[in-house]
């Protein structure tokens, strides 16, 4: 069985950088893109883009594009969730996710604040 | 964008009861390409359907999902305890990959 592990929660400050990190195991982690997905407190889901881990090409929503930065390391079967500078609006839980698999990281809770 | 619409918002039902919740999309989606999601409070969401009627792996087949087009349904046949949720469609056939706003299962 499949699974996405991501990292843990984070306490950042406006305009810090941070990567978070989803890494597939249990299947073979090429085969399928991986979306993230953001969901703000109280919220729905908000599909931020893709990234294809054979490739690390990119497919991002236009509401995250130039925000966010999503890349892939094949060779250790992750993909990682980056912002150079968060701003307190980017307080969220972040899901790293197949589509048709439906395999789903657990979430990581990112919280920016001064 | 293809904007996925969900109606209701708000679905108050007892256990035992059918529950149908509908998904309307803006331009026609590849029936191949509709997924519903299921979520609980403190979890991610956990994958139903997909294709539109396909079940996902170990999903009971009380979760039937149907339509085509701009059109879609997911229909609970009868409720059990644990189906009280909100429940998201979600189109990946067209970039950007849109969700619906959430339709809540709530008990009566």
């Known amino acids: 069985e499949g699974q996405l592990v991501q990292s843990g929660a984070e306490v950042k400050k406006p305009g810090e950088s941070l990567r978070i990190s989803c890494k597939g195991s249990?299947?073979?982690?090429?085969?399928?893109?991986i979306s993230w997905v953001r969901q703000m407190p109280g919220k729905g889901l908000e599909w931020m883009g893709r990234?294809?881990?054979?490739?690390?090409?990119?497919a991002y929503s236009p509401s995250f594009q130039g925000h966010v930065t999503f890349s892939a390391d094949k060779s250790i079967s992750t993909v990682y969730l980056q912002w150079s500078s968060l701003k307190a609006s980017d307080t969220a839980m972040y899901y790293c996710?197949?589509?048709?698999?439906?395999?789903w990281g657990q979430g990581t809770l990112v919280t920016v604040s001064s | 964008e293809i904007v996925l619409t969900q109606s209701p918002g708000t679905l108050s039902l007892s256990p035992g009861e059918r529950a149908t919740l509908s998904c309307w999309a803006s331009?026609?989606?590849?029936?191949?390409?509709l997924a519903w999601y299921q979520q609980k409070p403190g979890q991610a969401p956990r994958l139903l359907i997909y294709?539109?009627?396909s079940r996902a792996t170990g999903i009971p087949d009380r979760f039937t999902g149907s339509g085509s087009g701009t059109d879609f349904i997911l229909t609970i046949s009868r409720l059990e305890p644990e189906d009280f949720a909100v429940y998201y469609c979600?189109?990946?056939?067209?970039?950007?990959?849109?969700f619906g706003q959430g339709t809540m299962v709530e008990i009566k």
């Open positions: 996710a197949t589509v048709t698999t439906g395999y």
């Open positions: 249990g299947y073979k982690f090429t085969d399928y893109y």
């Open positions: 990234i294809d881990p054979s490739d690390s090409r990119t």
């Open positions: 331009q026609s989606v590849s029936s191949t390409s």
């Open positions: 294709g539109a009627s």
């Open positions: 979600q189109q990946y056939g067209r970039s950007p990959w849109t």
